[in-house]
T-cell receptor, first 110, second 117 residues
């Protein structure tokens, strides 16, 4: 059974700082790993999807990496802004469903 | 609107009453999912559907049933609501699942907050 863990559960940083969010998974037999953003009271918005054959994906200030052998993925946010404040979730995609981590709640202080 | 709409967005009910949550998608996606989100647990899959009238259980399916009579609609039913089913419920859809991962990006609805007293 796939278990997905995200550390830390919460993170607070000053504006402009570069930061890394961590995601670990127990079953390396995933087809892809996806990072989502969730704003309070809202649904999830897909940020990046890394296929199992890829090592990383980039979108603007976001860079996500995937290391299947170690069961880890990271989401790097460059030059953080207050608008980046949200909860970030990762999810590993297997045959039948996606398993989600509990998320990291990020606060970027002006 | 394109995407996924969920109804109702908020509902308060009493223990023992039946509840149906509705999900409607305009993406023409084959796969649809119901998740519940609880503090400290992330999202957990309740049921999913891989086509009209084709459904299967997820991780936390006890106490829930689903139906899919049309591609665009996926209903989640709590036959007799309990306080442990107080949660935020999210519907999602995707074009494909699993190995064909390139088209597996999930689209989520805004959620339905259910409180069972």
């Amino acid at each position: 059974k796939q278990e997905v863990t995200q550390i830390p559960a919460a993170l607070s940083v000053p504006e402009g700082e570069n930061l890394v969010l961590n995601c670990s998974f127990t079953d390396s037999a995933i087809y892809n790993l996806q990072w989502f953003r969730q704003d309070p009271g809202k649904g999830l918005t897909s940020l990046l999807l890394i296929q199992s054959s890829q090592r990383e994906q980039t979108s603007g200030r976001l860079n996500a990496s995937l290391d299947k052998s170690s069961g880890r993925s990271t989401l790097y946010i460059a030059a953080s802004q207050p608008g980046d404040s949200a909860t970030y979730l990762c999810a590993g995609n297997g045959d039948n469903d996606m398993r989600f981590g509990a998320g990291t709640r990020l606060t970027v202080k002006p | 609107d394109a995407g996924i709409t969920q109804s109702p967005r908020h509902k308060v009910t009493e223990t023992g009453t039946p509840v149906t949550l509705r999900c409607h998608q305009t993406e023409n996606h084959r796969y649809m999912y119901w998740y519940r989100q609880d503090p400290g647990h992330g999202l957990r899959l309740i049921h999913y559907s891989y086509g009209v009238k084709d459904t299967d259980k997820g991780e936390v399916s006890d106490g829930y049933s689903v139906s899919r009579s049309k591609t665009e609609d996926f209903l989640l039913t709590l036959e007799s609501a309990t306080s442990s089913q107080t949660s935020v419920y999210f519907c999602a859809s995707s074009f494909r699942q699993g190995a064909l991962s390139g088209a597996n990006v999930l689209t989520f609805g805004a959620g339905s907050r259910l409180t069972v007293l």
